[in-house]
């Protein structure tokens, strides 16, 4: 196993590199131009957005801006955004709490309806409580986030104003009170993304436990007299978590880069906002730099996910 | 006979093979056999006739109900639903019937193909990867990670530049944007599937029936398809299902930023956005559109169901 | 409407036959701008009306925070750099300019001490130059005196090339002199009649020197008050986040008395046009929000309630919600560039097609069941009393006559109802931004397009590519490359010279000057090029208003362009809020009044 992990581990490197090279020319042969907004305006002579694009490097081929990137990478410099003409890590810093923080709740959210609802019903199929769990979920990943996240705005905060919709960043309060604020305002985007990612685990929990309950062991188990509970506990959900921990490792990226739609519908200054305003803005070091921590997250992730499904069969076997 | 519930019998089914004229046991192939048992699976009989009825009433649903979906009227804006407008008007006072027909088709067509790209692909990676393991693993995960940190946005904005207008000049307007959004669509939901499949095979392998098979001679092509493929099929079937959905709604977000179909196309998704600032006013509009939505979902995974049961050698039906 | 009209307009409001805010009104239906009318009415010395906003607040503070909500936050938040509204909005929050424009038209002095005129010697009668006083005793937020030295320096660091500064063009003809620490005189290269345009308004805010002194030039961009800035305004800076927030607090030094009434300011950027009407009219989480481009349904629906906590402010601007024809072929591509200049528009080059295209929208529906109160039916760049309507501008709306004009010039109906002639079918593209109300507007026009004979394919692109000069996307609305687009002409411009640049023959749009030509739709005509040469260089501002006046018809009349609505705008703004908006300028140049009735 640890040859293993630390052939995974090696590989890991130039595999990151490669994926970094085709997402730098995936950018650079998008359409778009940073400075394109220096033209709309008709003042501004055209030798000066010129210079701007020689100072930036734009003009150089392809492979020698990458390389550019590259080094300047590994000496930890993560570029300047030509929007905002800021450091691109200070933009990323300034967002990583409330993406990590709203993001990452919705994650737990998500996991902690999923598990317990899907073993249920797998243990009772077909039973009133899984009929209703099924529907509540297929109604769960029916509907499009922002479609939910409208109708608990409606619901919330303009018929039973219970609840702030536009989320704010910096809360005056202080103490207790900021806790209870940071709740109030992130009780509907965590509820409205771990719903919809709930909904679609609960259904992947269920199919799994389902595959695993019929098993001899687990009939074993029972004849053995061991209670239900701890059948289920100790014999059938570990076997069944494999395609859990697949889903979580997939996911677990996800909760850097934020959630697109959430943030746009909620007004949560999170990575997805500033990926998605760079993107149209055509700010590319933002947009690598952004992508780049993301795709070391998936190898990352990835990679503990096949150490883990070693861990839980013991059956799997690397070599 | 049977002694107590979860008891595992050797024999696929739990019946005395059908006698043919002969009084011999008939032979019956694996395909029939499997719409035998799904057959017998009510819900997801009722499933397939819903999918089936759906499938019907958008082909041929423009043809009965003639009432056009562009047809502006002003008098009849927002209104719930009444004879001439069964199931109400939207803000422009358009039909939401033939709005709901007539997008139904884009609708359903780019959420099945869309998933089925999306399925063959992944179990085909992710079989190949779980089989294989050294090189060829390394190789396919490695192209999954890749695909997996790819910002979708800049590359279907890329995609589309470069694809929209030749597809467009080679199959015409409709189809290119149609095989440009499924080909998209797909193309960002294979790797689930296949980092699933995979994690599937690598488990399922190492188990005694397969170690079986292997003994008794089986071909690895043999082991795949007749052994471990039907077993794996469980996360492959939910997956389905979330696609479908997924694909149905991220085609409405590819409109929504002006990638996808032109903004008059009713789809079910598009008519969701359409109506997602109405909701106080006019719910009627919204609910439509999320209710066929949900009933395609419900729909397909009953059938995925059945498929699952019928193809599980363990299951007793 | 002619030269003579223009001046009897202007007798009558000099001889107080007609009040100043009917001519502005008028003058602005003609297609020109409310500053544009109020320096008619200063060369014809007619006496300027102080603006009149009545400020209650007894003392500064005490108001508690502002809440603004914007459709995007800025990205920086130094003027001379900003790209769009956004930015230009930010800064005005900390910095200020001389002076500013009111809803009127008038100018407002903000750090001038008043506004130059002939009679007070400020304004040179050969246009030439202009002089301005500066208010005494103004301070930068840290406490540094504001002098000329610094409206020189905004002038050299702005004009200067290397800087790339967004508002290069409104300083790069003028010399500034420091005449003493609290007088600077402007020369212009030519006689200028639009004078009021450096130091003024949107491009007009003044950057401390002692701050960005070092940083003129190509090192512009590292100065780091460009994010801190430091200006004179009401309010001091506290924190930036970009691309999400602006926090400041109240300035206790500012340079007027019992102002700002408001402790802190933020403004907060991002989400769509429907959820901040309800933040600021449903739940008052908001106190303003910025260009409401909603239908007016919805607008009405969250007022009418009984609880509503804020209401929407309409005022009036020069915008024009307009569709533009293409007059070169957008599907043949020619050296690599599609609507080139050196082709023709198969189906427009028939001047009855194009008649027939603007006898087919609705502009009734329309305004009565997308814009209503926000955007008004108009057949002109020219909203006019009836007086001066010329007889070929004014607008119908009629499916018979489109059809007969369209059978008359030989455009036969197929068996599949689309009209073709000479193998040509009559099938447009039909594109503009992702906008709701637009999109509506788009299904009324295919719809009547369809009865016509005339198939419509529709288009939307997301706005920020489709108003991008982006010279590798071919979605952007200067690209054109479909058969007719539509969107609105802002003319915050104060100036309407600018606005007329559009259509000149040698400002067309193309490959070699990356599309950043402003004459969209292509069109060139002699007649409007000479119109325009004589408006340049004509000094009497009547002349050249009636010039402009003219060269509206020709556009219009052709049609080239077909005018939809005309577009006030639009702002949802908290009941207890008070605030003096004004269309020519910034939504917040009066910032430093604003306050919450009691």
Request: charged fraction near 20%; hydrophobic fraction near 45%; charge should be neutral.
């Amino acid at each position: 196993m640890s040859r293993y992990l630390l052939r995974r581990l090696l590989i890991a490197v130039p595999s990151l590199l490669g994926i970094s090279l085709v997402l730098y020319t995936v950018l650079a042969l998008a359409p778009g131009d940073p400075f394109g907004e220096l033209a709309t305006n008709p003042n501004v002579p055209p030798e000066v957005a010129a210079a701007l694009r020689t100072k930036f490097g734009l003009d150089d081929p392809v492979w020698l801006r990458y390389l550019h990137w590259l080094v300047a990478m590994l000496h930890g410099d993560w570029g300047f955004s030509f929007v905002s003409r800021v450091d691109v890590d200070q933009l990323i810093w300034q967002r990583l709490p409330v993406t990590l923080f709203v993001i990452g709740a919705s994650q737990v959210l998500a996991l902690s309806i999923a598990l317990p609802v899907g073993v249920i019903s797998a243990t009772r199929p077909y039973s009133v409580f899984d009929q209703i769990a099924n529907t509540l979920a297929f109604i769960g990943f029916s509907l499009p986030t922002f479609f939910t996240g409208i109708l608990f705005i409606l619901v919330f905060s303009i018929t039973l104003h219970w609840l702030p919709f536009v989320f704010r960043a910096d809360l005056a309060e202080s103490g207790w009170r900021w806790y209870w604020e940071e709740f109030r305002q992130a009780a509907m985007p965590v509820a409205v993304l771990g719903l919809f990612q709930g909904a679609s685990w609960t259904r992947y929990v269920r199919s799994a436990v389902l595959d695993v309950i019929r098993l001899d062991y687990v009939t074993t188990a029972r004849a053995k007299g061991i209670s239900e509970f701890a059948v289920v506990t100790k014999h059938v959900v570990r076997n069944a978590l494999i395609p859990v921990v697949t889903l979580v490792a997939l996911q677990m990226p996800a909760v850097f880069g934020g959630a697109i739609v959430t943030e746009q519908i909620f007004r949560i200054p999170g990575i997805g906002a500033l990926l998605i305003s760079s993107i149209l803005a055509n700010d590319t070091p933002v947009v690598m730099a952004v992508t780049f921590v993301f795709a070391c997250l998936v190898i990352l992730f990835n990679l503990i996910a096949d150490v883990l499904y070693g861990w839980l069969d013991p059956r799997i076997a690397y070599r | 006979m049977f002694f107590m519930a979860g008891l595992t019998l050797a024999s696929p089914t739990a019946e005395p093979p059908p006698l043919g004229s002969a009084g011999r046991a008939l032979y019956v192939s694996p395909a029939r056999e499997t719409w035998w048992r799904f057959r017998r699976h009510r819900l997801a009989v009722l499933g397939l006739a819903i999918l089936i009825l759906m499938m019907l009433a958008v082909a041929l649903g423009p043809l009965v109900w003639r009432v056009p979906i562009n047809d502006i009227d002003f008098n009849a804006q927002l209104s719930g639903p009444t004879w001439a407008h069964p199931l109400g008007t939207d803000d422009l006072g358009q039909d939401v019937l033939a709005r709901m027909l007539y997008g139904g088709r884009i609708s359903l067509a780019v959420g099945l193909a869309a998933m089925l790209v999306a399925v063959v692909v992944g179990t085909i990676v992710g079989a190949l990867a779980g089989m294989s393991r050294g090189a060829i693993d390394t190789a396919l995960m490695w192209l999954t990670d890749l695909f997996l940190s790819l910002p979708q946005l800049p590359l279907l904005l890329l995609l589309i530049y470069l694809f929209r207008d030749p597809l467009k000049q080679l199959v015409g307007p409709e189809l290119g944007v149609f095989l440009l959004i499924v080909v998209v669509i797909g193309g960002f939901r294979w790797m689930q599937v296949a980092r699933l499949v995979r994690a599937q095979f690598l488990s399922l392998r190492e188990k005694e029936f397969v170690e079986a098979a292997r003994a008794l001679g089986a071909t690895k092509w043999r082991q795949v398809v007749r052994h471990i493929l039907p077993n794996s099929l469980g996360p492959v079937i939910v997956a389905g299902t979330v696609d479908v959905a997924a694909a149905i709604i991220a085609e409405s977000t590819l409109s929504f930023l002006g990638l996808g179909f032109p903004p008059d196309i009713p789809t079910w998704g598009r008519i969701l956005y359409d109506a997602k600032d109405y909701l106080d006013i006019a719910p009627h509009w919204a609910l439509v559109a999320g209710a066929a939505i949900f009933l395609a979902v419900l729909s397909i995974n009953f059938v995925g169901d059945g498929l699952r049961d019928a193809l599980d050698p363990r299951k007793v039906m | 409407m002619n030269e003579a009209h223009l001046r009897d307009l202007i007798a009558a409001t000099k001889a107080g036959r007609i009040s100043r805010r009917v001519f502005v009104r008028q003058v602005v239906g003609l297609g020109l701008t409310a500053p544009f009318a109020s320096l008619l009415l200063a060369q014809a010395e007619v006496a300027a009306e102080p603006a009149t906003f009545d400020y209650k607040p007894t003392k500064a503070g005490g108001g508690g925070p502002l809440k603004l909500l914007f459709w995007q936050a800025p990205t920086l938040l130094n003027p001379h750099f900003a790209v769009g509204t956004k930015d230009q909005e930010g800064s005005r929050i900390f910095y200020e300019p001389l002076a500013g424009w009111d809803s009127e038209g008038n100018l407002v002095p903000m750090l001038a001490e008043e506004i130059p005129d002939i009679e007070n010697g400020g304004l040179s009668r050969d246009g030439m130059s202009v002089t301005w006083k500066l208010k005494k005793d103004v301070k930068w937020h840290d406490g540094q005196a504001f002098t000329a030295d610094d409206i020189v320096f905004n002038w050299e660091y702005a004009a200067d090339p290397a800087s790339a500064a967004t508002t290069i063009g409104s300083y790069k003809d003028i010399k500034v002199e420091k005449i003493d620490p609290l007088t600077v005189h402007i020369r212009f290269a030519k006689p200028t009649p639009f004078w009021a345009d450096a130091f003024v308004g949107q491009r007009g805010m003044i950057i401390p020197k002692h701050l960005f002194g070092e940083y003129k030039g190509a090192k512009s961009r590292d100065a780091p008050a460009n994010l801190k800035p430091v200006g004179t305004g009401p309010y001091r800076f506290v924190d930036f986040q970009p691309g999400d927030l602006v926090k400041g607090e109240r300035n206790p030094d500012y340079h007027l008395p019992n102002r700002p009434h408001f402790d802190t300011i933020e403004m907060k950027g991002g989400g769509d046009a429907v959820s901040a009407a309800r933040a600021v009219i449903q739940t008052g989480e908001y106190d303003y929000a910025w260009n409401m481009q909603v239908e007016d349904e919805i607008l009405q629906r969250l007022e009418k309630d009984a609880n509503a906590k804020g209401r929407v402010e309409i005022f009036e601007s020069g915008n024009i919600e307009h569709i533009e024809i293409n007059t070169t072929d957008p599907w043949t591509e020619i050296d690599g560039e599609r609507s080139s200049l050196k082709t023709k528009h198969p189906l427009f080059s028939d001047p009855a097609v194009r008649k027939a295209l603007a006898l087919l929208v609705d502009r009734a529906a329309v305004q009565a069941h997308i814009y209503g109160r926000t955007g008004v039916a108009t057949g002109n760049f020219v909203n006019n009393p009836p007086r001066y309507v010329s007889k070929n501008t004014h607008w119908e709306f009629s499916i018979d006559k489109a059809n007969q004009l369209l059978d008359e010039a030989g455009w036969k109906r197929a068996a599949d109802g689309i009209r073709a002639k000479d193998g040509k079918q009559l099938k447009l593209v039909y594109q503009t931004s992702i906008n709701a109300p637009r999109q509506k507007n788009q299904a009324i026009v295919k719809q009547a397009c369809q009865k016509a004979g005339i198939e419509v394919e529709l288009k939307s692109v997301t706005a920020s590519v489709y108003f991008s000069s982006d010279a590798a996307n071919p979605d952007t609305n200067s690209k054109f490359y479909t058969d007719i687009q539509m969107f609105t002409t802002t003319m915050g411009e104060p100036d309407p010279g600018e606005f007329m640049r559009q259509f000149l023959s040698w400002e067309a749009a193309s490959k070699e000057n990356k599309w950043q030509g402003r004459n969209i739709t292509r069109w060139r005509s002699e007649e409007y090029d000479s119109a325009y040469r004589a408006s340049e260089g004509e000094l009497d501002p009547v002349k050249r208003a009636a010039l402009f006046i003219a060269m509206n018809d020709m556009v219009v009349g052709d049609p080239v362009v077909i005018p939809v609505v005309y577009r006030p705008r639009v702002s949802a703004i908290s009941r207890r809020l008070r605030a003096s908006l004004s269309a020519w300028d910034n939504d917040l140049w009066d910032v430093r009044n604003w306050y919450n009735e009691a």
